[in-house]
């Protein structure tokens, strides 16, 4: 089981804010170990001339992450490999490449779009922190075998067990990103100074002032790329890779009822990664995984489909307050690996 450095420890124990300096310091210490920056941000996108200025939208994780894509390659056993499921262990993510074939993606978007026209675009208010739209799609059976199409099905059995998951709710969720205003100053977030000073994350489920005090928590998120996110700022998940072991910890120090008393804590976390994908990339991503949705500054409406995944092995509320203190236990496909 992984465990946190003494130098994080401490910092789980800090409920506010660190200051600044002491930001800067982590963020210091950790860039130094990279022998060498460049700039993930392309200066241009081939299919549409669609141009960012990589100097006003850098940011210090750029530097810090630097993943071997053959890891995120589909293995031709159809399954997940020890490799991918260690690196779902230490990062809590895993992207997945070319799932889905250009048609399956088109036929998805027309779907969509056909819906989206008829709705106006207007969300579904029921939900109206979710950003959900086109009540319509939620349920549509081409749209729900994208899961099983795509691999979802073998994946979820590689990593919670034969037939030991469900897709909560047993609809999806339609994200729609939508172009923003170009202002700059937007990306102050990811300035490393202020990383342990703005709690712009969540922990799905976890806000427990929204839920009466009640942990609504699944156990994966399974997203579907319908559209191309190779760029920063293009709508990006971002998420903190190895975020969720630190968010583990904290809960084991603090309990529950902590969270329920007041809310996310301030944690000192690993530096952003915003996820590039292409149309047909999948997603796996832990449900402690700390995570937000990055603005989106490009001309295109950014769009994805997001399955989540409860194990049946979960039979009461209690049982998933306590996957909040044990992220592993309904993964039996990443406790039977050597960690």
Not at 31 to 49: Q, V
Not at 153 to 160: A, I, S
Request: proline content about 6%; glycine content about 6%; charged content about 15%.
């Amino acid at each position: 089981m992984f465990r946190a450095s003494l130098a994080v420890s401490k910092l789980l124990n800090n409920t506010k804010p660190p200051d600044a300096s002491t930001a800067s310091t982590t963020s210091s210490s950790s860039s130094s170990s990279s022998s060498s920056y460049t700039p993930p941000i392309s200066s241009s996108s081939p299919a549409s001339g669609w141009q960012l200025n990589p100097a006003l939208y850098t940011y210090p994780g750029a530097r810090m992450h630097k993943f071997d894509d053959y890891l995120f390659q589909i293995d031709s056993s159809g399954h997940l490999t020890q490799q991918q499921k260690l690196f779902f262990h230490q990062n809590g993510f895993l992207l997945l490449r070319g799932a889905l074939s250009q048609q399956d993606v088109n036929d998805s978007l027309r779907i969509i779009n056909r819906e989206l026209g008829r709705t106006l675009g207007m969300p579904d208010q029921h939900n109206p922190g979710m950003n959900n739209y086109c009540l319509g799609v939620k349920q549509d059976p081409s749209i729900m075998s994208l899961f099983v199409k795509s691999g979802g099905r073998v994946w979820c059995d590689d990593l919670l067990g034969v037939d030991n998951h469900q897709i909560s709710t047993g609809q999806c969720q339609l994200a729609l990103n939508f172009p923003q205003e170009d202002r700059p100053q937007f990306a102050s977030h990811f300035n490393a100074d202020r990383l342990c000073n703005q709690k712009r994350w969540h922990v799905d489920g976890v806000n427990l002032a929204q839920t009466q005090g009640r942990v609504a928590n699944f156990t994966l998120l399974y997203g579907i790329y319908l559209s191309d996110t190779t760029q920063n700022f293009s709508g990006n998940l971002t998420v903190y890779p190895g975020g969720h072991h630190i968010f583990e910890q904290y809960v084991q120090a603090h309990g529950v009822q902590d969270l329920i008393q007041n809310g996310l804590p301030y944690l000192c976390l690993p530096e952003p990664w915003q996820v590039l994908a292409k149309p047909g990339d999948i997603v796996l991503c832990h449900y402690s995984m700390p995570h937000h949705v990055c603005m989106n500054m490009s001309p295109f409406i950014r769009y994805a489909l997001y399955y989540r995944v409860a194990s049946k092995s979960r039979r009461s509320p209690e049982d998933a307050a306590a996957c909040l203190a044990d992220v592993w236990r309904e993964y039996p496909g990443i406790n039977q690996i050597k960690i």
